[in-house]
């Protein structure tokens, strides 16, 4: 299907360099489209971040259409890690679960049977297994079911914007940053036609991507365009812990979530800790909190020094999914923002980048238009 003024852009501003903005940027760029990343800050380092950053679809059952679109994700990672090389950023080591209750573990169980039904791997192990196999600093005990997660991932996000955006502007793309989208200027009949920065320079550009995370709603009313978008914070710690990771893979331990992040250094994440973020609780007590819980689980964690904590405002759509596309109603402006966005961002890259420049839509964003959210 094709909407009604699609036509080839000449050149296109992609505001939001994170996992998403780079994504489309680069696609874009591959091919032979003239791009401009604009950036408020530098890349790679708004949620992006700020992220626990794991790949997975195993986390998305509520509807079968956004599973599809995860296990898309995951898909094009593969392809990403083969066309430019995994480098820092691609780590696809899967993933462990374990619960220490008996109604979360039925759940666990339930949801791996909903998917091995989806051809979706999944093993169940047992705790002694786990430590023999995968993963020896852990403390658990030896009969838990662990299911294990084979095809899922963590990834670097920084590293990986960086990498494609660094690709993006070897073949040409412009790269602004320290510069804040503050108006879009559109033409008689709508498409944009110039974007004024904070630094006071203005860009002739004839269409414009919004991947402004969890700004996006700001973005689109610059074209007077409502997003509605929800609030929920999320709070992560990086530790530095000597001279590896005790852990190689993303976890979710009870209470606590665990991944690598690189040689020395773990990122520690847990829902529970989040929901005391509005309770005003200094972000430095939460870092202790998540290392308190994280040393039960992997006892050398206790002595790790907490590097850095941020809390930060996960992008997510009102009605919890994504919103990509091109909104037939304002030509030229294009939406991709989405909560699961390290999973999503390159699939999310690839579907937009060639609707932008072909008028295409594809089924598989069907569910996830912006226009649903028109009144
Ligand atoms: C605690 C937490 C845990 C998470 N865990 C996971 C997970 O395990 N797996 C997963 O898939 N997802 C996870 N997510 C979600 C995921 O991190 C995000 O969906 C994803 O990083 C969003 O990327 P983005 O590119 O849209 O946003 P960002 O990385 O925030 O990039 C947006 C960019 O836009 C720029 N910007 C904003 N306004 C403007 C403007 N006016 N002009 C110019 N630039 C502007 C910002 O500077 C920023 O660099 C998690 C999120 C949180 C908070």
């Keep these: 299907m094709t909407y009604g003024s699609a036509r080839r852009p000449n050149r296109v501003a992609v505001i939001g360099v994170g996992i998403i903005g780079a994504g489309v940027g680069w696609n874009l760029s591959l091919q032979g489209a003239d791009v401009v990343f604009i950036d408020a800050g530098l890349p790679g380092e708004g949620v992006t971040n700020w992220s626990f950053s794991w790949v997975n679809a195993s986390n998305k059952t509520v509807r079968r259409s956004y599973f ?4 898309a994700g995951m898909a094009t990672y593969r392809e990403l890690a083969a066309a430019i090389g995994p480098d820092s950023w691609w780590y696809p080591n899967g993933h462990l679960r374990w619960a220490d209750d008996p109604a979360a573990e039925a759940k666990f169980l339930k949801t791996a049977e909903l998917l091995a039904g989806w051809d979706y791997r999944v093993e169940v192990c047992t705790g002694a297994e786990v430590r023999r196999r ?5 403390t ?32 040409g793309a412009e790269l602004r940053t320290g510069a804040a989208v503050r108006d879009i ?3 008689p009949g709508g498409r ?12 002739g550009v004839d269409a414009v991507v919004n991947a402004a995370g969890p700004h996006a709603s700001h973005v689109a009313e610059l074209v007077a365009r409502r997003l509605p978008m929800r609030r929920e914070a999320g709070v992560v710690a990086r530790l530095t812990c000597g001279q590896r990771a005790p852990v190689h893979r993303a976890l979710h331990a009870p209470h606590i979530e665990i991944r690598p992040d690189g040689a020395g250094s773990v990122v520690l994440h847990s829902r529970e800790i989040d929901a005391l973020i509005d309770t005003g609780q200094d972000p430095a007590e939460l870092a202790q909190m998540l290392r308190d819980s994280a040393r039960h689980v992997v006892p050398e964690l206790g002595n790790a020094r907490i590097a850095q904590t941020r809390v930060s405002n996960r992008p997510i759509p009102a009605d919890g999914f994504p919103s990509v596309g091109a909104l037939p109603s304002v030509p030229g402006y294009y939406e991709a923002v989405s909560h699961s966005g390290i999973t ?23 569910d996830f238009r912006p226009e649903r959210f028109s009144p």
Excluded: C, Q
């Excluded at 599809?68 to 296990?71: A, E």
């Design 140 to 171: 658990l005990p030896d009969d838990v079911p662990v299911l294990f997660y084979p095809d899922e991932a963590w990834v670097h996000g920084r590293h990986l914007v960086s990498r494609l955006v660094g690709l993006a502007v070897a073949s």
């Design 68 to 71: 599809d679109l995860n296990v």
């Design 134 to 138: 995968f993963e020896p600093a852990l």
């Design 344 to 366: 999503l961002g390159p699939v999310i890259g690839r579907l937009l980048a060639a609707e932008i420049l072909s008028g295409k839509r594809d089924e598989m964003l069907a």
């Design 185 to 187: 200027v559109v033409r």
């Design 192 to 203: 944009p036609e110039t974007v004024a920065l904070s630094d006071g320079s203005r860009l």
